[in-house]
């Protein structure tokens, strides 16, 4: 748990540093960053690689308990590992819900003995996911879960959002929500507009995210409780979170590498791997959605991780689960997309990523400030990284597949660990011991 990482460009947001810098490690937690730092510990040498906060995931669907086909947590922390993740948030939609305080320790059990990164549980908002009863939720809190959401299904009932606002005020945690409004989605498959009637596709109209939005953010404002959007996609919903922040509501909000990077115009190719919720938006969405990143009002980018099995998707479109994979291709779809198109800067992606998901969820990490935890990633700006198999993933449902990009992660060390590494770095001993079984495992996929 002790390792020296040299000569790297340190870029941490939370302390507004981007300097040619040393990190130590020791006993897990980041100790110094300065210039020239010597120590008789493993040395990683990343000289002209960039050393970052571990990225963070508030999002990701590990599918464990109850869907171990699709992904669990050993196979789902090795994606985000992968991806440079040292720490994800794992959605409570698993069979059983986790909406009782055995799901939630048997999650943080289960991540202790197998996961490659931190796992953060999210909670239920309501008994099984079904809208009608409160969950335990002080219950769940006190097991572990830093967040509750009915992910998968909105919270339709406006009473049950309200109360559900004010326990989780008390406790400390945001209420996660997802918006959809379903009497208006009803039968539809992609969004609403010119390609769903051009294919003869069932439409999600931008305002069944919208109304959803717009009541949330009437909710937060009247209980003074915390309300974070998930996936975040329309101009509506943008335009809604920018006004309410304005007048000091606590809302925050989320969106997706791929509700960045495509639109619906891709769903011509009828691939179900271009099937998720929300849906693909039309360009002015998406340009609404960048300029929400570029402003500010955007505090997150989250994967919305949502493996299947490779027989759920290879059906016909209209029958095809929603959801796609995201840990690994998160960065450098985002580079592409963000910093290399010149919307923002490094710095900024990495706030997005890791910084802004610490602060907005108030989890660990998301700094390389003294005493945080060593959860560090460093990238290769410069690899390229072809979206192709095998992945860490157990499933492959990505709408990037065959695509190249420029940017990648190559080392992820969480608590002073090395849990990852592309291709074994410079070091003395211990880094390239722990990037040797890495990838044995993975030529055995």
């Known amino acids: 748990m002790n390792l020296l990482i040299k000569n790297g460009r340190v870029v941490d947001p939370s302390r507004e540093v981007d300097a040619k810098l040393d990190v130590l490690i020791e006993d897990g937690a980041i100790a110094h960053v300065d210039k020239n730092l010597k120590a008789d510990v493993e040395t990683i040498d990343a000289t002209g690689l960039v050393v970052v906060p571990g990225l963070i995931d508030l999002h990701t669907h590990l599918r464990e308990p109850g869907q171990e086909h699709k992904e669990t947590i050993a196979t ?37 003995r197998n996961g490659a990164c931190r796992v953060y549980p999210i909670g239920a908002v309501s008994k099984g996911l079904k809208g009608e009863a409160l969950a335990e939720i002080a219950d769940l809190r006190a097991a572990g879960c830093v967040g509750v959401s009915d992910d998968g299904k909105p919270v339709y009932n406006a009473q049950l959002m309200r109360r559900a606002l004010e326990y989780c005020s008390m406790l400390g945690i945001p209420v996660i929500a997802h918006e959809e409004d379903a009497d208006l989605v009803e039968g539809g ?6 390609y769903s009637t051009l294919l003869g596709l069932g439409g999600m109209p931008a305002a069944s995210e919208e109304t959803l939005v717009a009541r949330d953010v009437i909710l937060a404002r009247i209980t003074g409780a915390h309300v974070h959007i998930a996936h975040l996609s329309t101009a509506g919903a943008v335009a ?67 493996p299947h099995h490779f027989d759920e998707k290879n059906v016909e479109f209209d029958l095809a689960p929603f959801g796609i994979i995201g840990l690994e291709t998160a960065f450098p779809v985002c580079y592409e997309h963000l910093v290399r198109a010149k919307h923002i800067d490094l710095a900024r992606l990495i706030d997005l990523m890791s910084c802004a998901p610490a602060r907005v969820f108030n989890l660990p990490g998301g700094s390389l400030a003294a005493g945080k935890p060593g959860d560090v990633t460093i990238l290769d700006l410069d690899a390229p990284y072809d979206v192709a198999p095998p992945f860490w993933s157990k499933a492959a449902n990505t709408p990037f597949l065959g695509n190249s990009y420029r940017g990648r992660a190559v080392t992820t060390i969480v608590g002073g660990i090395v849990r990852y590494s592309a291709a074994a770095p410079s070091t003395k001993t211990a880094a390239k011991a722990a990037a040797k079984p890495a990838a044995k495992k993975k030529s055995k996929r």
């Open 76 to 112: 789902g922390t090795k994606a985000a590992v992968a991806g440079g993740y040292t720490a994800v948030c794992a959605m409570a939609n698993t069979v059983p819900p986790n909406d009782e305080r055995a799901v939630t320790e048997m999650i943080i059990a289960e991540a202790a």
């Open 189 to 194: 498959v992609m969004h609403e507009g010119y």
């Open 240 to 306: 809604a979170v920018r006004s309410a922040r304005a007048q000091g509501v606590k809302v925050t909000c989320e969106v997706t590498p791929h509700h960045i990077a495509l639109g619906d115009d891709a769903v011509q190719s009828f691939s179900t791997n271009l099937k998720m919720n929300p849906p693909l938006r039309s360009r002015e969405h998406r340009e609404a959605v960048i300029e929400g990143i570029v402003d500010g009002t955007i505090d997150v980018i989250a994967t919305d991780h949502a």
